[in-house]
């Protein structure tokens, strides 16, 4: 067996190769850059070094999200010991303006210069996408270098896994994934389980179309995954994990191949991990779009091959889950969160955010706002900050009408309700859930009706069918929402809505039926003028 | 996805020599994950991907092939590939447009591309024009949702597209449309 990773051997290494160059070139190499052109632009870079031999000056390092994805390709290029400054829209041409004044002149080229000042910036509180634009996702070594795997060091050295999960209670860390539970608790249940084969899963379905923050953790910082994992199944006793990707995520599952890979080559997976008694094998599995596969019993469904349609809980899967022996299921975000809680203390994190929503949350801002992208704010930040500080507002000096959380399974927020912190409980006394993180800024222009009949037509399609509420209600929700929406609708119609709308809600065996009326009754709560609007203008059509 | 494909498919040829008993060597690729996964019955999303990947959809014979090999009933290998919107059972064609319909997208008009794409090629959302050179397809969130509307065309992603720029792009691989 080969001697496991010296992490601090690898961190001194690094530091050095970081010294090496008088300049390093970080550029943005993640999904929403790549599609805005980052590809050349790190061609162009990487060439112009070649050309100008400029190798021992300059030195360009892919990396993962800097958050503006709006604003991509985006770049940063940073003086040994110094300054740095951040570039914007870097196309191939400006790259290399950009470097060869840097280099040369000593000088910033201001047109693309990013102001990072502006609260984009500096209202956000980064621990899970710390390394985001920081380290090279392909390099086991750049992450150890920014403190990876020093966590996972650290619990199997010197704690019990007892005392990890004390520390996970003490942070008081919700899950990520939409519900909220309390994650310490979840793990006692599968420590206190018991039997032989234990199985942790990573919940990386990620199935709120308009949210791509899991991704970006599984594709930018694979080893946080993995660490997260490893402490998790160290605490509760489980020798196997699995991690759940949506097939709609090639690279992702690719990095995350590669990384469990270069994980088990350095003695940090496998069998007698860091020379300790620990043993942990992780795995990948892949969806095949279906957003009902992200709920837990049809995740286990689907990994175990099968069609992936829900059980009825109890027994909850820590007591009866993967093949009948107890599973714990967290989502990516949460098991991302694991390292930095054990490195810095929980009671550190429990410093974060409110005092019933410890921490921060990830969201991927999008619709009608000036910057789009993936932020991290403190739990509790009102969603006014969010929308007007670190979104910058409503572009085309239009008015902001409704923030949309939780995707599906969430609700619409009107803007007197601007001041709401967010947080689990404050949004689901709107009628909305934190969801998963997505959050979709509409402006006046957008009807609210054609929102929930989107929403609506989501759930249809995705319904599973194996229960009937879910099945045929979501049917029948969508064709009332269809007809009112064309301006044929009655106010029968409408009744007939609402009413439906408690039936599936009340009556649906899984969480994708009960929370699929969530859409229309948030909008019809804040925006019944809107529905209303729509039967008179039929009503008047026909007198 | 595509550069995978564009690998296996590659790989395909190369190894042409090679004699798989059905004749057709794709399958030798199939056989190569089967094995590596050891015949395992929950390998059975896994390698209906491969098998997509390499044929680019699931003929039935490729499903009673992948029953077959993990000995499955084929009824529960057919029930497993209709339950997942990502397994297609009809060859795509020449050239395929995806547009993004994620909430991001649908907020900035995505729908009107379905529509304007649909009508101008009369292929409705999620099959193959008449002639087989375009696939419609939509997509629920490709994770660029700061590029919205997003739409991928034979592979490339697009950012900001709208009905125009769209349009233009479908007509300068496949044709004016009819
Ligand atoms: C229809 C439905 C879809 C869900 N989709 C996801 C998802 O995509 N990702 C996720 O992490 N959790 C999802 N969940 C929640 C999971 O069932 C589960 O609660 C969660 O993964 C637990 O992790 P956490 O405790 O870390 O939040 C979904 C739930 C339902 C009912
Ligand atoms: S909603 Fe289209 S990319 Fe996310």
Request: aromatic share 6%.
């Amino acid at each position: 067996m080969a001697a496991p990773i010296d992490l601090h051997e690898v961190m001194e290494r690094e530091r050095e190769e970081r010294f090496r160059t008088r300049w390093r070139v970080k550029a943005c190499s993640s999904t929403a850059c790549l599609s805005a052109g980052a590809g050349a632009t790190i061609k162009a870079m990487e060439d112009l070094v070649e050309r100008d031999d400029m190798v021992l000056e300059v030195q360009v390092i892919p990396t993962g999200c800097m958050g503006l994805c709006s604003a991509g390709p985006l770049i940063r290029m940073m003086r040994r010991g110094g300054d740095e400054a951040d570039y914007r829209n870097v196309t191939p041409e400006a790259a290399v303006e950009i470097v060869r004044s840097h280099v040369l002149d000593e000088e910033p080229v201001p047109e693309y210069q990013l102001d990072t000042s502006m609260p984009f910036f500096t209202s956000q509180e980064r621990v899970v996408l710390a390394n985001g634009g920081v380290i090279n996702p392909d390099r086991i070594e750049s992450y150890v270098a920014h403190g990876g795997y020093q966590a996972l060091e650290k619990a199997l050295t010197t704690m019990k896994p007892k005392a990890v999960v004390e520390e996970i209670r003490k942070s008081g860390i919700r899950g990520r994934g939409g519900a909220g539970y309390p994650v310490a608790s979840k793990w006692s249940l599968l420590a206190a389980a018991s039997g032989k084969t234990k199985y942790v899963v990573a919940n990386g379905d990620e199935g709120d179309p308009g949210a791509y923050m899991d991704r970006t953790i599984m594709e930018d910082d694979p080893h946080r995954l993995i660490e997260g994992i490893a402490i998790a199944a160290y605490a509760t006793g489980a020798n196997q994990a699995y991690i759940y990707v949506r097939a709609e995520y090639p690279r992702a599952i690719e990095r995350l191949d590669r990384a469990i890979r270069v994980a088990r080559r350095n003695r940090l997976l496998g069998r007698k991990i860091l020379d300790t008694n620990f043993d942990l094998t992780v795995e990948v599995r892949i969806g095949a779009g279906a957003f009902v596969c992200g709920e837990e019993t049809a995740l286990m469904a689907s990994i175990e091959g099968r069609r992936g349609t829900p059980q009825l809980r109890p027994p909850y899967p820590t007591e009866k889950g993967l093949w009948g022996s107890p599973t714990m299921i967290n989502n990516v975000e949460t098991l991302a969160n694991i390292a930095p809680i054990i490195s810095r203390g929980g009671d550190w994190f429990a410093s974060l955010g409110t005092e019933k929503s410890t921490g921060t949350k990830v969201f991927a801002l999008a619709g009608d706002i000036t910057n789009t992208g993936l932020i991290e704010v403190p739990m509790g930040t009102t969603l006014r900050e969010i929308v007007e500080d670190i979104g910058g507002g409503i572009p085309d000096g239009k008015q902001f009408k409704a923030a949309q959380t939780g995707g599906p399974s969430g609700g619409c927020i009107p803007s007197k309700f601007l001041d709401t912190p967010v947080d689990y409980d404050s949004l689901r006394e709107l009628g909305s859930i934190m969801g998963s993180g997505g959050l979709i800024v509409m402006d006046e222009d957008v009807q609210m009706p054609d929102v929930a009949k989107y929403f609506m037509e989501f759930s249809m399609d995705e319904s599973c069918g194996k229960c009937t509420p879910c099945r045929v209600g979501t049917v029948q929700m969508h064709n009332l929402l269809q007809r009112l929406c064309d301006g044929t609708g009655s106010k029968q119609d409408l009744r007939d809505l609402e009413h439906l709308c408690s039936v599936v809600r009340d009556t649906s065996l899984c969480g994708l039926g009960q929370a699929a009326p969530n859409p229309v009754i948030s909008t019809l709560q804040y925006f019944r003028d809107e529905y209303i609007a729509l039967i008179d203008q039929q009503e008047v059509v026909h007198a | 996805m595509s550069d995978t494909r564009t690998r296996r498919v590659a790989g395909a040829t190369d190894s042409q020599q090679g004699d798989h008993p059905s004749g057709d060597n794709r399958f030798d690729l199939v056989d190569k994950h089967l094995k590596r996964a050891r015949y395992e019955q929950d390998q059975l999303i896994e390698t209906l991907h491969v098998a997509q990947d390499v044929f680019g959809y699931l003929s039935e014979d490729i499903l009673i092939y992948v029953a077959r090999a993990l000995r499955l009933p084929p009824s529960m290998v057919y029930g497993v590939a209709t339950f997942y919107h990502l397994f297609t059972f009809d060859p795509p064609g020449d050239h395929s447009c995806t547009v993004c319909t994620g909430t991001a997208c649908f907020v900035k008009g995505a729908d009107d591309i379905v529509q304007a794409v649909s009508d101008t090629y009369s292929v409705p959302a999620g099959e193959t024009s008449e002639d087989g050179s375009l696939t419609l397809k939509t997509a629920r969130c490709l994770g660029s949702c700061g590029l919205a509307p997003v739409v991928v065309f034979d592979g490339n992603v697009l950012g900001h597209q709208d009905t125009e720029s769209t349009l233009e792009l479908v007509a300068g691989a496949v044709g004016g449309g009819g």
